[in-house]
Nanobody, 119 residues
Framework: QVQLVESGGGLVQAGGSLRLSCAASSDIRSINVMGWYRQAPGKQRELVAQIGSGGTTNYADSVKGRFTISRDNAKNTVYLQMNGLKPEDTAVYYC?????????????WGQGTQVTVSS
């Protein structure tokens, strides 16, 4: 079982920056993939960024060049640095941890943190 706690959301003007943090209850070196997803009102949850245990990253096209995902293994924490924020980035952001086993994978989620970007 992995518990995730997000922080760092808030209200920011367009063009501004925020940094989200996700603290895990387990050693994140044992977690195969950690990521950030977001869900806007009336829309499905979508992938924002992922980082593998080896440091490989993956981003949604809509955030490439603006967002950066990183991990601090010593602190069991994953970050999402968001620059150049746009009103369309407004959503609840969720931290995800995926543990991959031979026959299955397990997803764990945080409670979410609200990000609101005003125009």
């Amino acid at each position: 079982q992995v518990q995730l706690v997000e922080s760092g959301g808030g209200l920011v003007q367009a063009g501004g920056s925020l940094r989200l943090s996700c603290a895990a209850s387990s050693d994140i070196r044992s977690i195969n993939v950690m990521g950030w997803y977001r869900q806007a009102p009336g829309k499905q949850r979508e992938l924002v960024a992922q980082i593998g245990s080896g440091g490989t990253t993956n981003y949604a096209d809509s955030v490439k060049g603006r967002f950066t995902i990183s991990r601090d293994n010593a602190k069991n924490t994953v970050y999402l640095q968001m620059n150049g924020l746009k009103p369309e980035d407004t959503a609840v952001y969720y931290c995800n941890a995926r543990v991959i086993r031979v026959a299955a994978f397990y997803d764990y989620w945080g409670q979410g943190t609200q990000v609101t970007v005003s125009s």
